[in-house]
C-alpha cells in the first residue's frame, strides 16, 4: 500500500511518469469500487495501447489470486482512469472495462509477454489465468444520441439515489439523538449502543463512499464533456473546484466517523456533532447537482428533471 501510495502521488506530479521499478513502464491508474465495501480504489498498472482501447493485465506480481481491481470490475465495469496527456498534467478519463475471452485474450497477453518478458514471468509463478481485460473509453460523439440521452438519465439517477442516501443516514443520525430519552423508545428499537454506532459508522461510509465514487466518475466524464462540447468548459471548471472541496470535506468527514480507536461513539453528544460536521460537509450539495445538471443535460439531449 505505502508503494502503491508513493508511485500514485508521483505518477500525478509528473505526468505519469514515475522512477524506481516502475521507470519507463506505460502506467495508468484504476479508480475502482470495492466489491464488497464499495470503498474506492486507486490501483497504479502497467497498460497496452491497442488503437482506442487500452489493455491491462491481471498478473498480480505471480500471486495466486487475482489482484483487488479485477475483483472490482467484475463486480462494476464502469471506472475513472488517469493518465499523462500531451497537455502535460495527468487527466482523469471515463471507462468502461471488458475482460477479454478466448483467442483474443490469448493473443494479447503474448503480445504484452514478448514486450516485457517479467510477464511470462508472472505467469508461470502461478496456475491461474492471467486476465486481460480491455478499458474502453467514454466517447460523446454526435453519432449515439440514445447513448448520450442514457447517460444524461443515469446522472439524475444518481443524483437521486445520493439524496435517498443522505436522508438515510440523517434519519440513522437522528435515531441516535432520540436516545437521549432512551424511555420514549420501544423496548426492541432500544438496542445496546455499541451496535448502534456500528450501523451509524457504516451508513456513514456508505454515503462518503458513495459521493467519492460518483464525484471520481463524474471527473472522468467531464473530460469527454471538454472534448465534446468546449463551451461547457467554465461549467465544467466550476463542477471540478465544487469536487476538489467536497472531497477535502469528505476526509475530515470519514476521519471523525472512524475515530481514533475506529469505532464511533453512539453518545448523542457526539451524534450531535457528527450531524453538524455532515451538513456542513454537504451544505451547498443540492446546488452543485441542479447546477450540473441544468449545464450537462441539455448538451446530452436529455430530459431535465
Keep these: 500500500m505505502d508503494l502503491n501510495k508513493h508511485v ?6 509528473n505526468n505519469g511518469k514515475v522512477g524506481g521499478m516502475f521507470e519507463g513502464a506505460s502506467l495508468i491508474l ?7 465495501t464499495g470503498r474506492p480504489h486507486t490501483t497504479p ?11 491491462v493485465f491481471g498478473s498480480n506480481a505471480g500471486g495466486p489470486r487475482h489482484p483487488h481491481w479485477y475483483h472490482n470490475l467484475l463486480a462494476n465495469p ?32 503474448e503480445l504484452q509477454c514478448s514486450r516485457d518478458p517479467g510477464f511470462r514471468a508472472y505467469a508461470e509463478q502461478t496456475e491461474r489465468t492471467v486476465p486481460v481485460v480491455a478499458l ?44 437521549k430519552h432512551p424511555a420514549d423508545l420501544p423496548e426492541p428499537e432500544d438496542r445496546p449502543g455499541a451496535d448502534l454506532a456500528s450501523q451509524l459508522r457504516r451508513h456513514c461510509l456508505t454515503f462518503c463512499y458513495a459521493l467519492r465514487t460518483h464525484h471520481t466518475r463524474e471527473d ?50 457526539d451524534a450531535e456533532k457528527l450531524r453538524a460536521e455532515l451538513d456542513r460537509v454537504v451544505a451547498g450539495l443540492e446546488e ?3 447546477y450540473e445538471e441544468q449545464h450537462l443535460l441539455p448538451a446530452l439531449e436529455a430530459p431535465l428533471r
Excluded: C
Design 8 to 13: 500514485i502521488e508521483e505518477f500525478r506530479a
Design 45 to 55: 498498472t502497467v497498460y497496452l495501447r491497442d488503437g482506442n482501447r487500452y489493455l
Design 220 to 269: 472522468g466524464s467531464f473530460t469527454a464533456f471538454e472534448k465534446q462540447f468546449p463551451h461547457l468548459a467554465p461549467a465544467i471548471a466550476r463542477l471540478r473546484r465544487e469536487h476538489e472541496a467536497v472531497e477535502r470535506g469528505l476526509a475530515e468527514f470519514e476521519a471523525l466517523v472512524n475515530g481514533d480507536g475506529g469505532e464511533l461513539p453512539a453518545d448523542p453528544a
Design 288 to 290: 452543485h447537482f441542479a
Design 30 to 36: 484504476l479508480n475502482t469500487t470495492g466489491a464488497r
Design 78 to 109: 464502469h471506472l475513472t482512469v488517469e493518465l499523462g496527456t500531451e497537455d502535460g498534467a495527468v487527466k482523469p478519463f471515463a471507462a468502461r472495462a471488458v475482460p477479454l475471452e478466448g483467442e483474443e485474450r490469448d493473443r494479447y497477453w
Design 136 to 179: 474502453h473509453f467514454l466517447d460523446l460523439g454526435a453519432n449515439n444520441p440514445e447513448r448520450n440521452r442514457m447517460i444524461g438519465r443515469q446522472l439524475v439517477q444518481h443524483h437521486s439515489e445520493l439524496r435517498a442516501e443522505l436522508r438515510h443516514v440523517r434519519a440513522e443520525i437522528d435515531r441516535v439523538l432520540a436516545r
